[in-house]
């Protein structure tokens, strides 16, 4: 059986990864954690196992902030392009922003989470569920 692998990179070059699939998940994120940390109206996330991630280059150019939760947030130390978090609650587990990553993927988004703090000028256009904070408590619009 081949192993798929998407791979994955900076605006700079400088930091390239591989993941291999299957991915875990993929969901957008509204939290204002996400929106800061990557100047985006929302965050679009997916996950691996850590062994299923690997750097290809730039590991060295890779820094990590680490935010008051005791989440790291991993980016580019040239291009300043956000692309890993990685936090203890979810130990062994890499997320890292999709946009980030090429390829084919096997996953759809399945939804958006911490919708309650959706910027009030950005308006998701599809019928995904819209979640509070992490939670499956649904928010309607
Ligand atoms: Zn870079
Ligand atoms: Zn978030």
């Not at 690997?54 to 980016?75: C, N």
Request: contains cysteine; hydrophobic residues 30%.
């Amino acid at each position: 059986m081949n192993i798929e692998h998407l791979t994955g990179g900076c605006f700079c070059g400088g930091v390239q990864f591989q993941v291999e699939k299957p991915l875990e998940f993929i969901s957008h994120c509204h939290c204002e954690s996400c929106r800061l940390s990557h100047s985006a109206a929302f965050v679009t996330w997916t996950s691996v196992p850590t062994d299923q991630f690997q750097f290809v280059t730039g590991s060295d150019l890779t820094q990590r902030y680490q935010s008051e939760s005791g989440a790291q947030w991993g980016f580019c130390r040239r291009c300043g392009s956000s692309m890993l978090y990685e936090i203890e609650s979810a130990p062994g587990r890499i997320y890292i922003s999709l946009a980030s990553l090429e390829g084919s993927f096997d996953l759809a988004p399945e939804s958006h989470v911490s919708f309650e703090e959706q910027v009030p000028w950005f308006h998701a256009g599809d019928s995904l569920p819209k979640y509070k904070g992490k939670s499956r408590e649904p928010i309607n619009e």
